[in-house]
């Protein structure tokens, strides 16, 4: 199993540009969630899907973000416009579903400038 | 939403010394608790995981310990070597599925 696959690891981009960051969960896995990690504000979890269908997205911080799941396999989070504080990393992560372990992807460190 | 509170933010302990980080949460419906390491720059991994109707769960050097009662669990490490340095996250589920990690607890093993 490959696990978890984001993409791309890095990106760097002006403020005002799109930025879309790629998500593949594990086969099997029916729930697919998107975290931001900083310094300040540790691991928050932005939205989650459940069968490729969003459960919760209060954690989105504005209406510049958004996330689909247009099949079991592939998941998007798109900020536009991009401003600097956005930069973080962001981890796409996926279970089973419930009482089950999340397993993590290796993030998309974001940066803008 | 589900509230996770972890202590301390910070812990150093000499090598083969032991280490305890504890969390809180809110949701008493919550019924299953992880525990993730994440070294620097790489992504948070599961180590240990315990489900509500254990006290305790053990393997080798890690532990946790949960008290539903008081709602708190904790993450105990013995004989703790130098590789243990990373931050640790405990985590706790709101509303079902909708997983809340904590603030998260840098631990430093002195040689």
């Known amino acids: 199993d490959a696990g978890v696959i984001q993409s791309p690891r890095h990106e760097v981009t002006e403020m005002g540009q799109e930025v879309t960051l790629r998500c593949k969960p594990i086969s099997g896995h029916n729930s697919l969630f998107w975290y931001r990690q900083t310094m300040m504000r540790g691991l928050e979890l932005l939205i989650y899907f459940n069968n490729n269908v969003p459960i919760d997205d209060s954690g989105m911080p504005e209406d510049r973000f958004s996330a689909k799941m247009p099949n079991a396999s592939f998941s998007t989070l798109k900020i536009q416009p991009s401003e600097p504080r956005d930069s973080a990393v962001y981890f796409c992560?996926?279970?089973?579903?419930?009482?089950?372990?999340?397993?993590f992807g290796n993030g998309t460190r974001l940066t803008v400038t | 939403g589900e509230n996770v509170e972890q202590h301390p933010s910070t812990l150093s302990v000499q090598e083969g010394d032991s280490a305890v980080i504890k969390c809180t949460y809110s949701?008493?419906?919550?019924?299953?608790f992880p525990w993730y390491k994440q070294e620097l720059g790489k992504r948070p991994q599961l180590i240990i995981d315990?489900?509500?109707?254990?006290g305790e769960k053990k393997d080798q050097r890690i532990a946790v310990t949960l008290n539903k009662t008081a709602k708190h669990f904790s993450l105990h490490i013995t004989e703790t070597q130098p590789e243990d340095s990373a931050v640790y996250f405990c985590?706790?589920?709101?509303?079902?599925?909708?997983?809340?990690f904590g603030a998260g607890t840098r631990l430093t093993v002195k040689p």
């Open positions: 992560a996926s279970n089973r579903g419930y009482n089950s372990p999340l397993h």
């Open positions: 949701d008493s419906a919550s019924n299953y």
């Open positions: 315990i489900r509500s109707n254990v």
């Open positions: 985590a706790a589920p709101y509303n079902n599925n909708d997983m809340r």
